[in-house]
């Protein structure tokens, strides 16, 4: 914890004291939200009961809030029984709302679709008999690999629906990392889209799926969404296309009412090792807390409001803030396919100024890449409709907290913060609009009904003003429920650090009032543009060059994504000398940042490649990466006494400084 960067941004954060309290006219309209910390403090269970009866609409009632007894192995509502697609859709067109936009879908080339609940309802029937004519069943498991576009949407409730968990891959994820996540789950089918638009570009998903596919033998069909309408290889034994299917299929379909503790989703994210972890979330109780977090920290109504949410479906922030929480609560949203800057900058603005958003979700590094492209962009259009703002994935700076409110939400709109994770499925830590006076870069408060703590090595709960690890000391409803077919790498990575309680892997620091701050990882995982990234699994991808003896990977600070991709790397001696022939082996570099890219995805390219002749190493061969970190970030070395070879600074240091 008491590393360099952390001490230096718990200092610098020590010092930002201002603050904004909430608006008059937002703490009337914000009725009853206050009280629920005091109900959730009176009775934790029986609160969280009260919201899921509230918030769902169940098959069968449940007798028993929550079952711990075979902890960390939660069961929520266990015998109660609903089914995930029902609330999300069909309950909302028998209340009579069948003709409210559930999406405004807006593709990056420029088309549009305004797809209403009663659409979305036809869709996800249609849909659901399609999985199972392909011989999906309830318990099977679905891959889904496509772009931003309202399929996934009716994929993933279609699964919902019949009970058949789904895994999303991120679209910009390989084909060897689809290959691995469908052997991982033993998938059945794949849901795939011929490709996607991405910069004014086609990009394709189809021929990395037919690469992923040929090696899995647990594939038996590939439904494939016509999107791009490029060519693309055809397999008529295993392939079919999705609109195909769709209409010819039976528009019918009732909803099978499910155990609250059924399996809704699988979805894997980097762990401190090179192998990704295959987080699973089981059905009521993240859909509860989900629906009731978009509620009370969004703070959407659904009648009035236009909600945005511009993640990526293939991030936990899709699934519980596109898809499962929005759609509970019957909201209208903007589905958005490309990036912030095609064809102009002022891309966002203007999908905001169209559909009249309300409610913004995003990323600090979207933020802080707008405020690079300035303020004159957002300011040719019309943000007034904007009057609640959201940040997640990563500390928010408070200069780029600020931008947001000034230049976004027009000085007036409240900005919440709010910390979460893959694991826990829903958000845990934010600011409620309305109700909390905020604090510019702090995630600040529990939300009500949660319980988390900063504590020291020892897991005491520290005082106010002191930094620490963030823990999470009682169960909670959306909790995952445990790592894909390894539940020893579940008690392992979450519950043995602190007997008993939830260790997050971030370290954060409470003010004096008892806010709390997150600093950030503390452990090997790295934090790009709000994705999680593993050194370990970096690492053992530049390792599989056959050119490349030995990888150290670090995340070091940038301005833009928060945190960039270093690699060290050690050379075979082959290569030396080739290198060495071709002077410093600029080739090279670009070889292996493609290498990376093609084993894992893009996002992981890193930054900046360093041929190094030697690696920092303990005397027991444990790389220091706390001492590469301060290279990459251009700081003085710390402290190398605890080095084998404490020389090997100085050689790596040398080598920096010649020009590359
Ligand atoms: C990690 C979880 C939660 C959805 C997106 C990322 C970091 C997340 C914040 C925040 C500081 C944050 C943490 C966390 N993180 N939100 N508001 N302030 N850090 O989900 O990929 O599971 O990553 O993201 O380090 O552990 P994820």
Not at 11 to 25: I, T, V
Not at 82 to 97: M, P, Q, T
């Amino acid at each position: 914890m008491a590393d360099a960067a952390s001490e230096e941004t718990l200092s610098n954060l020590l010092h930002e004291d201002r603050e904004f309290p909430p608006d008059q006219a937002f703490t009337e309209q914000a009725v009853g939200k206050a009280e629920l910390y005091d109900q959730a403090a009176a009775d934790r269970e029986t609160f969280w009961a009260d919201q899921a009866r509230a918030r769902l609409a169940w098959s069968k009632d449940f007798t028993q809030t929550l079952d711990w007894s075979e902890a960390p192995f939660a069961k929520w509502f266990a015998d109660g029984q609903l089914n995930a697609a029902y609330n999300c859709v069909d309950r909302h067109v028998e209340a009579g709302n069948g003709d409210r936009v559930a999406l405004h879908f807006v593709g990056e080339p420029g088309d549009t679709q305004d797809i209403t609940y009663a659409d979305l309802l036809d869709r996800v029937k249609r849909a659901a008999n399609v999985l199972l004519e392909s011989g999906v069943s309830k318990g099977d498991r679905v891959a889904i690999y496509l772009p931003m576009i309202p399929e996934a949407v009716v994929a993933m409730l279609a699964c919902a629906r019949i009970g058949a968990p789904h895994s999303v891959v991120f679209g910009g994820f390989s084909s060897d990392a689809l290959r691995t996540r469908i052997a991982d789950a033993e998938a059945k089918l794949v849901i795939t889209a011929d490709g996607g638009y991405r910069r004014g570009k086609p990009s394709g998903l189809k021929s990395a799926v037919d690469e992923a596919v040929a090696q899995s033998p647990s594939v038996g069909k590939v439904l494939v969404v016509r999107r791009t309408e490029q060519d693309v290889e055809w397999d008529d034994q295993r392939d079919v296309w999705w609109h195909e299917a769709l209409e010819a299929a039976s528009p019918e379909h009732e909803a099978e009412p499910m155990d609250a503790e059924h399996p809704l989703f699988i979805l894997y994210t980097s762990g401190t090792t090179g192998k990704p972890k295959g987080i699973f979330h089981t059905t009521a109780g993240y859909l509860m807390q989900a629906a009731y977090t978009n509620a009370v920290v969004h703070d959407v109504h659904p009648e009035k409001d236009v909600y945005w949410c511009a993640a990526d479906i293939g991030w936990v922030t899709g699934h519980s803030y596109i898809v499962y929480g929005p759609l509970a609560n019957g909201a209208t949203q903007v589905m958005y396919e490309g990036t912030p800057d095609t064809p102009h900058q002022g891309r966002w603005w203007e999908i905001v100024q169209q559909h009249q958003v309300s409610i913004l979700y995003c990323a600090p590094t979207a933020i802080r890449t707008f405020m690079k492209w300035g303020k004159e962009i957002p300011a040719k259009f019309d943000l007034s409709s904007l009057r609640v703002l959201g940040s997640v994935g990563e500390p928010i700076n408070p200069e780029a907290w600020i931008w947001y409110r000034e230049v976004i939400g027009g000085g007036k709109t409240p900005v919440v913060d709010t910390w979460w994770q893959t694991e826990t499925g829903a958000i845990m830590i934010s600011a409620l609009p309305g109700v909390t006076s905020l604090k510019p870069g702090a995630a600040q408060l529990a939300v009500p009904g949660i319980s988390v703590d900063v504590v020291d090595e020892q897991g005491r709960s520290v005082e106010n003003g002191h930094g620490g690890y963030l823990v999470i000391d009682q169960p909670w409803p959306s909790m995952l429920r445990g790592i894909w077919g390894d539940p020893e790498r579940f008690k392992e990575t979450y519950w043995s650090r602190f007997p008993g309680i939830y260790f997050a892997g971030d370290g954060a620091k409470k003010d004096d009032q008892g806010n709390i701050w997150v600093l950030g990882r503390v452990d090997d995982v790295m934090n790009v543009s709000g994705h999680r990234l593993s050194t370990t699994e970096i690492e053992s991808a530049l390792v599989s060059h056959p050119k490349v003896a030995e990888a150290a990977v670090v995340g070091a600070s940038d301005a833009t994504t928060g945190q960039a991709v270093c690699a060290f790397v050690i050379l075979r001696g082959d290569a030396v000398q080739e290198a060495d022939e071709e002077g410093e082996g600029g080739d090279l570099v670009a070889e292996l940042r493609n290498h990376v890219a093609k084993e894992i995805g893009a996002i992981a390219k890193p930054r900046q490649i360093m041929v190094v002749a030697e690696l920092p190493k303990t005397r027991s061969g444990k790389i220091m990466r706390r001492l590469l970190r301060d290279v990459a970030e251009n700081r003085e070395v710390g402290d190398v006494t605890t080095l084998a070879d404490s020389s090997v600074m100085d050689l790596i240091k040398e080598g920096m400084s010649k020009p590359s």
